[in-house]
């Protein structure tokens, strides 16, 4: 059974979410479709959402804090108002764009797993290193391993290169196929695939060996949209 995640990352209001996660949620239930669907809305537009056992509502990033002075950020006390236990770490324009390194992802990482989170893990190389080739590609992404413990029941792996990410170019078969055949080969966890998955491409993308799921952003923030890829994905089964 494969996964599908969206990212709204700084896109959707309050608004706008509800609506979405309300038509989702419908869709889920009218069509039986049940494989695991995770939807990550920017913070302000958090809630309790009603919904089906096979939609979580997760957020895309939090401080490993219950509370205190850390402006501009959320801690547990905010997530799990609304019941949410479930949170992005890693993602590359958190650590690219938001300078987070890898001690502070791992603290992330480590202060999550001990309140038993889901937890989805990014990794992905930048193109430089995806241009000096796989050995060098491999190793950058087995450093974005340093301090997070693999053995974590509840962790979901999504390889994103950062290149492929908002670019509308995703990365090719052969290259998510080498990838992912090595990331599974070190660590048996699920492993989703993200950078520019859309209608064109997810069905392809879904049918390569070690791909468990895919996580998506710009496609998935047309609801229409994102409803017929859950409908592609739940047909993969
Ligand atoms: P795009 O689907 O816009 O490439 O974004 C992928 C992503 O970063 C999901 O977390």
Same mark, same amino acid.
């Given at each position: 059974?494969?996964?599908?995640?969206?990212?709204?990352?700084?896109?959707?209001?309050r608004?706008?979410?509800?609506?979405? *996660?309300?038509?989702?949620?419908?869709?889920?239930?009218?069509?039986? /479709?049940?494989?695991?669907?995770?939807?990550?809305?920017?913070?302000?537009a958090?809630?309790?959402?009603?919904?089906?056992?096979?939609?979580?509502i997760?957020v895309?990033?939090?401080?490993?804090?219950?509370?205190?002075?850390?402006?501009?950020?959320?801690?547990?006390?905010?997530?799990?108002?609304?019941?949410?236990?479930?949170?992005?770490?890693?993602?590359?324009?958190?650590r690219?764009?938001?300078?987070?390194d890898?001690?502070?992802?791992a603290?992330?990482?480590?202060?999550?797993?001990a309140?038993?989170?889901? *937890?989805?893990?990014?990794?992905?190389?930048?193109?430089?290193?995806?241009?000096?080739?796989?050995?060098?590609?491999?190793?950058?992404?087995?450093?974005?391993?340093?301090?997070?413990?693999?053995?974590?029941?509840?962790?979901?792996?999504?390889?994103?290169?950062?290149?492929?990410?908002?670019?509308?170019?995703?990365?090719?078969?052969?290259?998510i196929a080498?990838?992912?055949?090595? /990331?599974k080969k070190?660590?048996?966890?699920?492993?989703?695939?993200?950078?520019?998955?859309k209608?064109?491409?997810?069905?392809?993308?879904?049918?390569i060996?070690?791909?468990?799921?895919?996580?998506?952003?710009?496609?998935?923030?047309?609801?229409?949209?994102?409803?017929?890829?859950?409908?592609?994905?739940n047909? *993969?089964?």
């Open positions: 059974m494969k996964i599908i995640a969206s990212n709204f990352k700084t896109n959707h209001t608004k706008t979410t509800n609506s979405f *996660i309300t038509n989702l949620n419908d869709f889920l239930q009218s069509t039986n /479709i049940n494989n695991e669907v995770y939807i990550f809305p920017p913070a302000t958090l809630d309790s959402f009603d919904t089906v056992s096979n939609l979580s997760g895309q990033n939090g401080y490993f804090t219950k509370n205190g002075s850390f402006t501009g950020e959320i801690g547990t006390d905010q997530i799990e108002e609304f019941g949410i236990k479930t949170i992005l770490i890693g993602h590359s324009e958190r690219h764009i938001l300078g987070e890898q001690k502070t992802i603290l992330k990482y480590n202060y999550y797993k309140l038993g989170y889901k *937890i989805i893990y990014c990794i992905g190389e930048p193109l430089e290193v995806k241009q000096s080739g796989l050995t060098e590609t491999l190793g950058y992404i087995w450093e974005q391993f340093d301090g997070i413990d693999l053995n974590y029941e509840n962790l979901i792996l999504a390889y994103e290169p950062v290149w492929a990410i908002g670019t509308g170019i995703s990365a090719t078969i052969e290259d080498t990838i992912h055949k090595k /990331i070190k660590i048996s966890k699920p492993l989703l695939y993200g950078g520019s998955v209608l064109a491409n997810i069905q392809e993308i879904l049918n060996p070690n791909v468990d799921g895919t996580l998506i952003g710009t496609a998935s923030w047309q609801i229409d949209d994102f409803k017929e890829m859950c409908k592609i994905t047909n *993969i089964n």
